[in-house]
């Protein structure tokens, strides 16, 4: 069974999608700001935002005759809940084993 996270795993496994979201993080950018500053084209620029957009991590603006594209922190709720989950089961197995000891002294 392919998961939500499994899914935002292989979008996020491309390191210019990585680039792109880092960028539109700060503020948001069209596809030729994004074009300047990546070492890919803007056709390709392009290509990776619609992967992106698809997955619900970027949302677009029109702004004149531009699309502006910026991170949607709610794309990526599912998989920082994913994660948590581990820290939260590594925390609760590090305070069991503290109280184990204290018992055993």
Do not use: C
């Amino acid at each position: 069974m392919v998961t939500y996270q499994q899914g935002l795993f292989e979008i996020l496994g491309d390191a210019s999608r990585r680039s792109i979201l880092e960028l539109v993080a700060t503020r948001p950018l069209a596809v030729g700001d994004l074009a300047e500053r990546l070492p890919i084209s803007r056709p390709a620029v392009s290509q990776h935002l619609k992967v992106l957009k698809d997955a619900g991590l970027v949302t677009a603006t029109a702004a004149g005759t531009r699309r502006l594209y910026l991170l949607d922190p709610s794309g990526l709720a599912p998989l920082r809940a994913w994660l948590a989950q581990f820290w939260d089961d590594n925390l609760a197995a590090f305070t069991r084993a503290v109280e184990d000891e204290r018992e055993l002294t």
